[in-house]
Each structure stands twice: as structure tokens, then as C-alpha cells.
């Protein structure tokens, strides 16, 4: 058995296993394709925003709240922690209000806002925000989106969602133009339709 690698598109892997058979009728060679995670996707669903950067740039432009963690929400089992609310004020604000970010800290920074410890757990981007720099996709179109992160998503009423692992996209769109998503890290890996529907409601 011999694999060999084909050029693709940066943001999909995909390989090609060549199984070669000698029987009496001669040399046979049978080739199946295999189509791997999209790299690109899986990328950003890991780490969508580099925060602290975000956070050093926008100094004196957001504003932060506890809040509590919900339900769904990644919770790593770590006593000494808390969930921060950090609103990221933009340029010009939506009728969604404004983009927004749910983080979990612990430990001695838990309070402080300069804590590279802490976890991101939900983005909400509801305003074009260029400092969000690849995260910045509220008014894209449907098919630039596409493009970035292909066409293997679930269809939703009023838009659609890419997921990988614990980890989930969901767009809100309008005549085909992103008007908003959020981005979450869930408690689970095992994300149903039914829980995405829930979500994006």
C-alpha cells in the first residue's frame, strides 16, 4: 500500500490511498480518495481572536462585568475561578448591541485584566471591528465565508453552523451577508443538531 499527498486548497487536507493488487489478470491499481477536517476551520474554531492582543489595543475601549457561566459553557474543574464579561465597544454600534466576549479566569489574575491565563468561552460579534483581524466577518458575504471555511456546515433558518470537537460557529445571515455569529466553547464534544438549533435560537 502506498499513500501519496495531492496539492489542495490551503483550507482543505485531502489525501489519496493507492492500494496496488497483482492477481493473474495483471497489475490493478485502485485509488480512494480521503477528505480530511478542514484545517483552516478547525484552526480558527481553536483560537479565533488573540485576546490579550485585542485587549492591549482596545485599553480603555472595553468594559468588563462578572457574569455567570452557563449551562453549556466550557467549565474547566478549577475551584479558585470566575466567568468575566468583557464588552467591546466599536466604532459604530448594531441593532444587536455591541460585540462581546465571556471568559473564564482563575487564580491570582482572576481579577486582573491583564491575565493570559484566562480561557476564551464565547465571542459575540455583532459590529465590524477591524482589530478582531481574521475574526472580523460581520458583513462578509455568505460565499466569502464559504471560501474561508467551505461548504460542510448545518443549515440553520437564519443562517448556519460550522463546529469542530467542543467548539461551534453560529452566523446569523440576511440575504446572504454575515450579520452576526458567536463563537462558543461548550461543556461537550458530543454537539447535536438539536443543541446547535437551541443555541442559535
Do not use: W
Not at 67 to 81: A, M, Q, R, V
Not at 123 to 146: F, I, P, W, Y
Request: include cysteine; charge should be negative; proline fraction near 1%.
Amino acid at each position: 500500500m502506498f499513500i501519496s499527498c495531492k496539492n489542495v486548497p490551503e483550507n482543505e487536507k485531502e489525501t489519496e490511498q493507492i492500494q496496488i493488487a497483482v492477481d493473474s489478470a495483471g497489475l490493478k491499481v485502485k485509488s480512494v480518495k480521503n477528505k480530511t477536517e478542514n484545517l483552516k476551520l478547525n484552526s480558527f474554531l481553536e483560537n479565533p481572536i488573540d485576546l490579550q492582543h485585542y485587549k492591549t489595543n482596545r485599553e480603555g475601549y472595553v468594559t468588563t462585568s462578572v457574569t455567570n457561566g452557563l449551562k453549556y459553557h466550557f467549565h474547566p474543574e478549577i475551584n479558585d475561578s470566575i466567568f468575566y464579561s468583557y464588552n467591546l465597544a466599536t466604532e459604530t454600534i448594531g441593532e444587536n448591541g455591541v460585540n462581546k466576549a465571556i471568559v473564564f479566569k482563575y487564580g491570582n489574575n482572576k481579577h486582573k485584566y491583564d491575565d493570559e491565563t484566562e480561557i476564551l468561552i464565547e465571542l459575540r460579534v455583532m459590529n465590524t471591528d477591524v482589530d478582531l483581524g481574521t475574526a472580523n466577518l460581520v458583513g462578509l458575504k455568505q460565499s466569502e465565508l464559504e471560501a474561508e471555511f467551505g461548504t460542510d456546515y448545518l443549515k440553520l433558518k437564519d443562517g448556519l453552523a460550522y463546529y469542530n470537537q467542543n467548539k461551534l460557529l453560529i452566523f446569523n445571515i440576511r440575504n446572504s451577508i454575515i450579520k452576526s455569529y458567536r463563537y462558543l466553547k461548550l461543556n461537550t464534544e458530543n454537539i447535536s443538531e438539536n443543541l446547535i438549533h437551541q443555541l442559535a435560537k
